[in-house]
């Protein structure tokens, strides 16, 4: 199973049942069930798989509380509903996570509404996890939260690494036969009779392929308008910051709102270390470069998190990285992008399905009704299916995947780290440091060391001669770059 393999087999010519456009985690879910349903599949994605919207998230795998504030009932019920399913599916790569929301004053309104709320959401998931604790167990919990908080009220939602849940889901997909390949950028479609021709451009071998199809789904997210025009997109950036744990101790995660605009902001324990985010305003720069934090958003956020945690006294000097991405959501307008539904898109036009919007947490759901309507289009009976096998989480796949962040240790013996870094599909040396090992957001210099020890390793593994190598350590330093307040 590689890249090179894969290649090689598009060259025979075989006509597929389904190109899937964009390898985040919606097009990954898709090939999962496609492929899972025994129709063959093939997954293209522009540069490395999670590259685009499903490695920069807040994380979450969540109903979104605030959702029901803005009268999202729908959303937040199919949302907590997932949620529950996925904590069953991927024990190893979800974890349940402890959520506090600090009250400012012992407004009865204000908990009324919390209550409320919080019932609502408990009750989707069919379990009460729904607390009040005061103000005495709040700062043993978040040491260096404003001690003049009147108490929270408490509940669980969940976390997970989006690169992590993203890779396991291709990966099940690609133990039922899927193919995907990366850097393989879809240039151009052409419909020849019945049959749709995907024309797509390895960045590798700068050639370009033809991959005959009887249908496509493009899920491209922020990207979809770049393929129908037609949907009115609206892309909205948000952006993260990354500190370290020991400057932020947090038994576990809180909810807070910016003390100007009043917007949601999360404060949550991932990996040993503490995120912080997300912004939300708009973007129209160019998709296809990397994406990078301003100096507004991260003042926005060093304002909010002083004002909640002031005894931390967090600087941007705290600060070890930055992630930003970019999601396309359906534009109604609104005046403020977080009102902005995050519901998802489907549009079909012939035999070609549009998917856009949504949450890493749906994206299961998503999956089903896009295969449905492939189903559908192309005519097959799905009454053969066994959909029982969608609900469990593949072993082997989970054991490449919960390496990668250990990829680095000492223990790790030599032989165990070139067979995880052949079965991994890193193409360029950013794949292995961002969105495998995570070192370059959890390291302050970007894991230089680490990866100067294994060095004979990596070239060996992957092939490269010294110059490539040294190519690819100048190409991580320009993209570590954006991954850095003052990069
Ligand atoms: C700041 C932020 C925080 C978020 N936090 C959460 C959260 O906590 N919980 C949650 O549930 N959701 C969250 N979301 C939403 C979630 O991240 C997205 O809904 C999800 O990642 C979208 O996945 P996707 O696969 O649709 O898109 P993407 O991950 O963007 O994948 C689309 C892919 O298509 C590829 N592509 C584009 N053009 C081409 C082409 N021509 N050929 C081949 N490939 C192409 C791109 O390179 C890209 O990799 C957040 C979003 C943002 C922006």
New binding site residues.
Partial sequence: MSRENFIEKLKRGDIFDVVV???????SGILRRLSMSGLKVVL????DF?????S???????GGLRYIKQGQIVLTYHSVREREKLLKTYRELILPLRFAIPLENNSFVKKAIYRFGLFIYDLFAMKKTANYVSNSELVRDFEFINSSIFGAYTFFDAVTD?VKLTLQVLFEALEYGALAINY???AEINKIHECYKVVFEDEISGKRFTVPSKSVVF?????IG?FNPSLSIRK?K?SHLVLPFEKMPIRYACAVFHPKDKRPLYVIPWNGFVLF??TDIDYGENLNSEVKITKGEAEYLLEALNHWFPKAKIDSKDVISTFS???GVLNTHKKDPSKETRDYILKVKEKMIFV?G????TFDYISKKVSKKIFSLLNENPANINFNKFENSSKKAVSVISMFDKLFWDSVEDNYFSKVLKSSFVVHLDDLMIRRSRLGLTNLDGGFECLNKKKGLIMSALGWSDEKYNNELKRYKSVLRYYRLNG
């Fill in positions: 456009v964009g390898g985040g985690i919606t097009g293209l994605e522009q540069k999670t590259w685009g919207t499903s920069r998230s807040g994380k979450l795998v969540h989006d393989a950028k879809v899920a491209t997210g922020a990207w770049e909205l948000g985010g997300t991405g970019v999601r856009a949504g949450k890493l947490t």
